[in-house]
């Protein structure tokens, strides 16, 4: 199995545009969860998604961020429009549903916002 | 005050010690998981426990319900263990919504 996937794995852009980012989970896990890495605030969670509706959003920080689950093997977290305050390591993870599973992380989205 | 405190944040050791990572937690958990970060890289998933104890090669997790506490313990520490290990729960309340530690930065010199 290829992990999970994210794409891209680099983006910059400028303040103001919108940033599209784009998480393949492994096969048949049916939660997936999308993280925020930054050096001040270290890893929190965004939003998750048990069988592709969203659980917990608690986590988005404004309405400039959404997240969507269109299908089992895809979802996008955009940010429009993007602002500086937003640059950080934006992580994708999938697992089986349920507290007692582990939970596996694709590489990882490094957003720069000029 | 954060719900998952991590000790120490930063560590430094020679290559061949034996390392002790803390983990202390204010919430009643559904489980507790070891992560690993290594510089410019992704996260990997060490452990996830519950209950007891659980080894791999040479890690060690372990777990205290009731204290509300872990470690994680690194036998022959190498230089190849340098990283940043992150220790994350399960709320019960919140289903596999995971809360992290701040991170404990380990450089192991050779």
């Known amino acids: 199995d290829a992990g999970v996937i994210q794409s891209p794995r680099h983006e910059v852009t400028e303040m103001g545009q919108e940033v599209t980012l784009r998480c393949k989970p492994i096969?048949?896990?049916?939660?997936l969860f999308w993280y925020r890495q930054t050096m001040m605030r270290g890893l929190e969670l965004l939003i998750y998604?048990?069988?592709?509706?969203?659980?917990?959003d608690s986590g988005m920080p404004e309405d400039r961020f959404s997240a969507k689950m269109p299908n089992a093997s895809f979802s996008t977290l955009k940010i429009q429009p993007s602002e500086p305050r937003d640059s950080a390591v934006y992580f994708c993870?999938?697992?089986?549903?349920?507290?007692?599973?582990?939970?596996?992380f694709g590489p990882g989205t490094r957003l720069t916002v000029l | 005050k954060n719900e998952v405190e991590q000790s120490p944040q930063n560590l430094t050791a020679q290559e061949g010690e034996f390392i002790t990572i803390n983990c202390s937690y204010s919430?009643?958990?559904?489980?507790l998981h070891w992560l690993q970060q290594h510089p410019g890289g992704g996260i990997v998933s060490l452990f996830m426990?519950?209950?007891g104890k659980k080894k791999h090669g040479r890690l060690i997790a372990t777990i205290n319900i009731q204290e509300k506490h872990s470690s994680l313990h690194i036998t022959a520490s190498h230089p190849r263990d340098s990283a940043v290990y992150i220790c994350?729960?399960?709320?019960?309340?919140?289903?596999?919504?995971?809360?992290f530690g701040a991170g404990t930065i380990l450089r192991v010199k050779s």
């Open positions: 993870a999938s697992s089986l549903e349920g507290a007692y599973n582990e939970q596996f």
């Open positions: 096969s048949g896990h049916n939660s």
């Open positions: 998604f048990n069988n592709n509706v969203p659980i917990d």
């Open positions: 919430v009643g958990i559904s489980a």
């Open positions: 426990l519950s209950s």
């Open positions: 994350a729960v399960s709320i019960m309340e919140y289903g596999n919504k995971l809360v």
